[in-house]
């Protein structure tokens, strides 16, 4: 084992003012949903994305809900049961992403319909969802993330919505930071998230933000995460209300935090460059963004192996197999060779369309074809965009306290496995 230390994939960095604040919180007594932290945060995100209003919540996960729900409501009218907002409605989705992007969906009783990913930047196909419009004409949301940090292409997927009347939920939960024609993203949406999740650019243990400019969305978000109440001095209750409050012992977390986003991404980006200089002359690219538009988080650094390059490699539900062969390699043999050596790499995100739970959902590519016509990599099969980038792309180690002499060893185990 190469490693005597773990190499991780993205662990939290912590500075020290986040136990200041933690510890405020704790000497002042404030160890609960309200306080000053809380305060504090909502203020720096909207200061930083240049939004209005910011809602903390307990996790990014919770602020996709109640957007959803908001959506819902505000397309469809005030649902008639607890969890209804989009009742029997198709939802169009981001495809390559964590499932937390697509779930809120399902809370609210929709049903995504998946939209292929570009080659671009690992994003949403503009194409692919023109054609969904094509097929579906009636939907009027679409949920859009912005994968391992980098920007997707916003303005097409913007007039693209503009023309056929419909909302956007932005999950800007990996790419805090991250700009597009020098705008952050979080701020193009409708309603638009971020994430505070552990391993994410900054981090409050766990923790979400909901942004938007619109006063009556913040509060409607702010109601529904405590529970809520109305103004009674009794608990009157006239909507199903959720338990989604960030608390001000986390917040004090994410408050800590907040002044080392910059330093955190110039940390990633230089991770990224070193990968992209140290793996030249292999038959791999990184993972690509528009330099032009766009300046990216860097938050995860990913590979994705030439066709050319790749071994035979076939996915089951939850094992995989390969075959070597001299000068190629695969996803799974580099994620062998580097755990091997105590080091954390990952597949990327495996397509939502090719998730067992949303196998009956439907999924639109730019041919307007649809779903993948085989999950192995076999020279010459045919396949959609995502499962493509997924059979033969993985994301490296990219911690931020990962020591340069650390990174070459990585890089040089790659290598070997192209030996
Ligand atoms: C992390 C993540 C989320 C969920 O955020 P949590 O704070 O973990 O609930 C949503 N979408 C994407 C793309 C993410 O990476």
Redesign the pocket.
């Known amino acids: 084992m190469l490693f005597k230390d773990k190499v991780w994939l993205s662990s939290p960095t912590m500075h020290g003012e986040e136990l200041k604040y933690v510890t405020e919180a704790y000497k002042t007594n404030w160890m609960s949903t309200v306080g000053k932290n809380i305060n504090e945060v909502e203020r720096l995100a909207c200061e930083k994305i240049g939004c209005k209003y910011a809602v903390a919540l307990s996790?990014?996960?919770?602020a996709?809900h109640l957007s959803s729900k908001l959506a819902g409501e505000a397309l469809y009218g005030m649902s008639k049961t607890a969890h209804g907002a989009l009742e029997g409605r198709k939802v169009f989705c981001s495809d390559m992403?964590?499932d937390?992007?697509v779930n809120p969906i399902a809370y609210e009783n929709g049903e995504a319909v998946f939209i292929d990913t570009e080659y671009d930047t690992w994003n949403m196909d503009p194409a692919a969802l023109e054609k969904a419009f094509e097929i579906y004409p009636e939907v009027r949301l679409v949920v859009v993330?912005h994968l391992y940090g980098t920007p997707g292409k916003i303005d097409e997927i913007r007039d693209i919505c503009k023309k056929h009347s419909a909302l956007i939920v932005e999950?800007a939960?990996?790419s805090f930071g991250a700009t597009y024609k020098g705008k952050q993203t979080g701020s193009f949406g409708d309603y638009s998230i971020i994430?505070?999740?552990g391993n994410?650019i900054i981090t409050g243990s766990?923790?979400?933000m909901f942004l938007t400019d619109s006063k009556e969305d913040a509060e409607k978000e702010r109601k529904w995460s405590t529970q809520s109440r109305e103004a009674a001095s009794w608990y009157e209750h006239e909507e199903i209300g959720y338990n989604y409050r960030m608390s001000n012992v986390i917040a004090g977390v994410v408050r800590g935090q907040m002044p080392y986003l910059e330093e955190h991404i110039a940390q990633k980006k230089a991770i990224y460059m070193r990968y992209k200089e140290g793996l030249k002359g292999l038959p791999v690219q990184m993972n690509p963004y528009n330099a032009k538009d766009s300046e990216p988080n860097f938050w995860l650094s990913c590979l994705l192996i030439d066709k050319s390059a790749m071994c035979k490699q076939v996915r089951g539900e939850t094992e995989a197999l390969y075959v070597h062969e001299s000068g190629k390699t695969c996803p799974t043999e580099i994620l062998e060779a580097l755990a091997k050596e105590n080091a954390e790499g990952r597949p990327i995100w495996k397509p939502m369309h090719l998730q067992p739970i949303y196998r009956m959902n439907a999924f639109i590519t730019a041919d307007g074809n649809g779903r993948a016509k085989t999950n192995a990599y076999i020279e010459g099969s045919s396949m959609d965009n995502g499962a493509d980038i997924f059979a033969r792309g993985l994301c490296l180690p990219s911690d931020n306290k990962m020591a340069p002499d650390v990174q070459d060893q990585i890089i040089e185990i790659i290598r070997g496995c192209f030996k």
Do not use: C, P, V, Y
Not at 59 to 62: K, L, P, R
């Open positions: 996790a990014g996960t919770a996709l992403t964590f937390a992007t993330a999950d939960a990996e994430s505070f999740n994410k766990s923790g979400g």
